[in-house]
């Protein structure tokens, strides 16, 4: 099994299904989109680049997204919690997790992979 469907898996619940959701969403959105482990958590490349990864810590899941920085739709909806860059939606049940704003943001995050981390 691969180690990040693995880290998914051994979630405790509602995190695993929370997680599996958006694993579901994320590989439905973006096309050719890679699941790998790295960073010891589920991180999500596209054309060998790290485009977003999920994160199950204290109570909540993180969605976090490598190119933040460029990001413009749905801002209110992300945290930056402490962090100067990088921007994650924060999953705390099940039905927080809106379809609409997440697959705007799969999109938006697409529409500026090329753009880097920082610059």
Known sequence: MNPA????????EPFKSMLLHLQLVIEATIPHIELKYKYRIPFYYLEGKPFCYLNQ???????????????????????TAGRKIMRSLRYRSPEEIDEGILIDILQNAYEVRGKGFWD
Do not use: C
Not at 5 to 12: C, D
């Open 5 to 12: 469907e693995a880290y998914i898996l051994n979630q405790p």
């Open 57 to 79: 810590s204290k109570n909540y899941v993180d969605l976090g997204f490598w190119s933040a920085a460029h990001l413009t739709v749905h801002l209110e909806h992300m945290t």
